[in-house]
Nanobody, 119 residues
Framework: QVQLVESGGGLVQPGGSLRVSCAAS????????MGWYRQAPGKEREVVAT???????NYADSVKGRFTISRDNAKNMMYLQMNNLKSEDTAVYYC?????????????WGQGTQVTVSS
């Protein structure tokens, strides 16, 4: 059974840093695109950053220069380093990945991890 599990969320003060991780468990697949999304209370889920298998990245304008997405293909892991956090970064952060099984692609979501930026 394939699962995406996020970890590393928590409470941090404005200006602080936090790193969240996403682990893909299971077997029989390779991971193509991956990304981080977030959803704040009362708002729609939005993309934060995406990364291809080859390492090409894209960021939402609101996090450019502050967040860094990375991945370890050998370990089926993805990370989001968040620096200079702001109160508006408070949200549940979700991991998303497209997995390839033979010739079939399937999209998966993690359960989310809460990030709260507050003094």
């Amino acid at each position: 059974q394939v699962q995406l599990v996020e970890s590393g969320g928590g409470l941090v003060q404005p200006g602080g840093s936090l790193r969240v991780s996403c682990a893909a468990s299971g077997s029989g697949f390779s991971i193509t695109g991956m990304g981080w999304y977030r959803q704040a209370p009362g708002k729609e889920r939005e993309v934060v950053a995406t990364i291809t298998r080859g390492g090409s990245t894209n960021y939402a304008d609101s996090v450019k220069g502050r967040f860094t997405i990375s991945r370890d293909n050998a370990k089926n892991m993805m990370y989001l380093q968040m620096n200079n956090l702001k109160s508006e970064d408070t949200a549940v952060y979700y991991c998303h990945a497209v997995l390839t099984f033979s010739s079939t692609n399937r999209a998966y979501w993690g359960q989310g991890t809460q990030v709260t930026v507050s003094s």
